[in-house]
């Protein structure tokens, strides 16, 4: 079993849509949880950082931790065309661990 | 341009060679990160170093691989005896303490071993 585990879609949706994406894990001393973007041929950045259980919210976006659960969600409200990227979650045990990546969710949000 | 920067973007080279890559981080940033992403796969952690010391290597990497960060600025990951199985993207990130989980990538490198 790998330690992050993300369904690696293709989701496609219309504009103006709620995308839904999630990821479970198995290492239950992460408590740094992330949401990177990735466009085709570039880095991934950063989209969406939170530490331990709650939610964050940034304009469209929103990202849930439930650690009693083992998941992590990110939501987008309102998609756009720009939001079509792969979403890679990602998280660490401690801020000088190394990140550990889920392998990402391809989203296409059709116009 | 003050981001990540990795070159060559692109290395075309034949098995058994061997290639290295570059990475110039954020000037500020004393985390240096190398991951590896094949197609359809998040990246995967290869190493880390913490300025000029090496933190941590995947048990996963073969000792053909070998990273350096002299002076704890620029790194280079070299690939020694290169095989089809190291064609991937190799990803460069930085970051800063104490925020070192926030990574900052750099466009990587697709190498392609023929």
């Known amino acids: 079993q790998k330690e992050v585990e993300q369904d690696p879609g293709p989701l496609s949706v219309p504009e103006g849509a709620i995308v839904s994406l999630n990821c479970t894990y198995s290492n239950s001393a992460f408590q740094y949880f992330m949401w990177y973007r990735q466009y085709s041929r570039k880095g991934p950045e950063l989209l969406m950082y939170?530490?331990?259980?709650g939610n964050k919210e940034d304009g469209r976006f929103t990202a849930q931790v439930d650690k009693s659960s083992k998941y992590i969600s990110l939501f987008i409200r309102d998609s756009q065309p720009s939001d079509s990227a792969t979403y890679l979650c990602a998280m660490s045990r401690t801020s000088y661990d190394k990140v550990i990546f889920g392998p990402g969710t391809s989203l296409s949000v059709i116009p | 341009d003050t981001g990540v920067s990795q070159n060559p973007r692109h290395k075309i080279t034949k098995r058994g060679q061997n290639v290295t890559f570059r990475c110039d981080p954020i000037?500020?940033?004393?985390?240096l990160y190398w991951y590896r992403q094949t197609l359809g796969q998040g990246p995967e952690f290869l190493t880390y170093?913490?300025?000029?010391?090496?933190?941590?290597k995947s048990r996963l990497l073969s000792d053909r691989f070998s990273a350096e960060r002299p002076k704890g600025s620029f790194s280079t990951l070299e690939i020694q005896r290169t095989e089809q199985g190291d064609s991937a993207m190799y990803l460069c990130?930085?970051?800063?303490?104490?925020?070192?989980?926030?990574?900052?990538f750099g466009s990587g490198t697709q190498l392609s071993v023929l």
């Open positions: 939170t530490y331990s259980s």
């Open positions: 000037s500020e940033h004393n985390r």
């Open positions: 170093f913490q300025n000029e010391a090496q933190l941590e």
């Open positions: 990130a930085s970051s800063l303490d104490p925020a070192g989980e926030k990574l900052f």
